[in-house]
């Protein structure tokens, strides 16, 4: 089992940048692949990025070249740091920690509670 803690969300103005860190429990994150998915009011929860356990990256196309994920395993932590922001990346964000890499909620077993990201205009 692993539980995931996300911080780093808050209020930032368009232009502006924040840095999300999710922190898991266990012993074996070095293993697992971590993702960042988000989820707008009124809309489905979309993948942000991800990154494999040999520090492979992905990015969703509205986000590439703006975020980077990174992990620190001797921290159990990853991070999404986040440059340029818009007001419409304004969501919840959820980190998630699975077996395999992906784009899909499909490939994720565990996920955090969410961090609010608000970007004002």
């Known amino acids: 089992q692993v539980q995931l803690v996300e911080s780093g969300g808050g209020l930032v103005q368009a232009g502006g940048s924040l840095r999300l860190s999710c922190v898991a429990s266990?012993?074996?994150?070095?293993?697992?692949?971590m993702g960042w998915f988000r989820q707008a009011p009124g809309k489905e929860r979309e993948f942000v990025a991800a990154?494999?356990?040999?520090?492979?990256?992905y990015y969703a196309d509205s986000v590439k070249g703006r975020f980077t994920i990174s992990r620190d395993n001797a921290k159990n932590t990853v991070y999404l740091q986040m440059n340029s922001l818009k007001p419409e990346d304004t969501a919840v964000y959820y980190c998630?920690?699975?077996?395999?890499?992906?784009?899909?909620?499909?490939?994720?077993?565990?996920w955090g509670q969410g961090t609010q990201v608000t970007v004002s205009s």
């Open positions: 990154i494999s356990w040999d520090d492979s990256t």
């Open positions: 266990g012993r074996t994150f070095s293993r697992y692949a």
């Open positions: 998630a920690a699975g077996w395999r890499v992906g784009g899909t909620d499909r490939e994720y077993n565990y």
